[in-house]
């Protein structure tokens, strides 16, 4: 089993940051790509970022400028910076991260619990 805690969300003015993190525990032999996605209500959960084992990254264009994604392979964490927040902003992001449990690399996905984002305008 694995687990994916994500922690850093909470309430925030509108112009400004936060910083999330999400770590991974568990039968971990090795990770490929972690990420961000989040969901706003009423709405299909949407890419934010992903960063490859080798620091490789993506971001929709909609997401590039404000927020990047980095990681910590020793710590198998992904960090996801947020800037110049809006209040469209406002969903649940859950952490993503690609796992194999030994040296077969048969990926899995795996998901965090979501944590909440709000942007006050």
């Known amino acids: 089993q694995v687990q994916l805690v994500e922690s850093g969300g909470g309430l925030v003015q509108a112009g400004g940051s936060l910083r999330l993190s999400c770590a991974a525990s568990?039968?971990?032999?090795?990770?490929?790509?972690m990420g961000w996605y989040r969901q706003a209500p009423g709405k299909q959960r949407e890419l934010v970022a992903t960063?490859?084992?080798?620091?490789?990254?993506n971001y929709p264009d909609s997401m590039k400028g404000r927020f990047t994604i980095s990681r910590d392979n020793a710590k198998n964490t992904v960090i996801l910076q947020m800037n110049s927040l809006k209040p469209e902003d406002t969903a649940v992001y859950f952490c993503?991260?690609?796992?194999?449990?030994?040296?077969?690399?048969?990926?899995?996905?795996?998901w965090g619990q979501g944590t909440q984002v709000t942007v006050s305008s």
């Open positions: 993503y991260a690609e796992i194999s449990a030994d040296s077969t690399y048969r990926w899995y996905a795996w």
């Open positions: 568990g039968s971990i032999f090795s990770i490929n790509r």
């Open positions: 960063i490859t084992s080798s620091g490789s990254t």
